[in-house]
């Protein structure tokens, strides 16, 4: 058990292998599969009858995200030795972590309109496309376990939301959503001209550079790649928004 520890918590053994094959290997799938259990197993518990506040479950589940982020920042500060400030992350998903904590506490319209398309679409491709993820720590070390739960959680907390009827997401409004996404990329990209600055390599959602584990857009030239990362994500929140709202909700009217 304590020869687990370091495995776990501290990556110890770890060896980039750029040969393995993560998507739909085994590794992978064993993710998939216990992300799909834990989200129906949560789902479940929010459906009893028991649970006769959806407000309160969806904020002991945002709490729970939070938790799990703290517990990233203190690893990255002790394990991988990064100041608190570097233990800080700005990737996409990140902001779909802060995004949908606030939109799962305070429970505010506009807060889940900002939340969910990084939240979602970032929450979502995350784990189904793993090379963020689990290729840079050991097989269910705390960092890859952590990473996958707390893109399922933010997630969750806007599907349940929505199933909830805490929050019904308008197509009218999906213009706030859009909005928000297209000013968090433009801060992201500040925030990677600054670390440069000092000195730092950071390419969160990779609008420095292509990363070169998507080959179809690695050669693209800056501003290319992250205009068609941008729109792509916003395309795809239009489409959640439309299923939701068209399909879902005005069904459920009829």
């Not at 802060?98 to 929450?123: C, D, M, N, R, W």
């Not at 929505?162 to 197509?171: F, V, Y």
């Not at 068609?228 to 068209?246: H, M, N, Q």
Request: glycine letters at 4%; aromatic letters at 20%.
């Amino acid at each position: 058990m304590l020869a687990f520890i370091p495995y776990f918590w501290g990556n110890e053994g770890f060896t980039y292998d750029p040969t393995r094959q993560y998507m739909f290997g085994w590794y992978h799938i064993v993710m998939l599969v216990s992300m799909t259990l834990l989200f129906i197993i949560l789902w479940f518990i929010g459906r009893k009858k028991e649970i006769r506040d959806n407000k309160r479950f969806l904020r002991i589940i945002t709490i729970i995200l939070i938790i799990l982020e703290i517990l990233r920042l203190i690893n990255y500060h002790y394990v991988y030795n990064y100041s608190w400030l570097n233990s800080i992350s700005f990737h996409m998903c990140s902001w779909g972590v802060y995004f949908a904590s606030l939109a799962g506490l305070f429970q505010k319209k506009v807060l889940f309109e900002i939340a969910t398309i990084p939240a979602v679409i970032g929450g979502l491709t995350s784990i189904i496309i793993p090379h963020g993820i689990l290729p840079y720590f050991n097989d269910f070390s705390f960092m890859a376990i952590q990473s996958n739960i707390s893109h399922l959680l933010m997630f969750f907390v806007i599907v349940y939301a929505i199933k909830s009827n805490i929050w019904k997401p308008k197509l009218k409004r999906f213009w706030i959503s859009a909005l928000s996404i297209s000013i968090t990329i433009v801060i992201i990209h500040l925030i990677n001209l600054y670390k440069h600055n000092l000195g730092h390599n950071t390419n969160y959602f990779w609008t420095m550079y292509p990363d070169p584990r998507f080959p179809v857009i690695n050669e693209w030239v800056f501003p290319y790649h992250t205009l068609f990362l941008s729109f792509g994500l916003i395309f795809l929140g239009f489409v959640f928004y439309f299923i939701v709202d068209k399909l879902i909700i005005s069904k459920k009217i009829r």
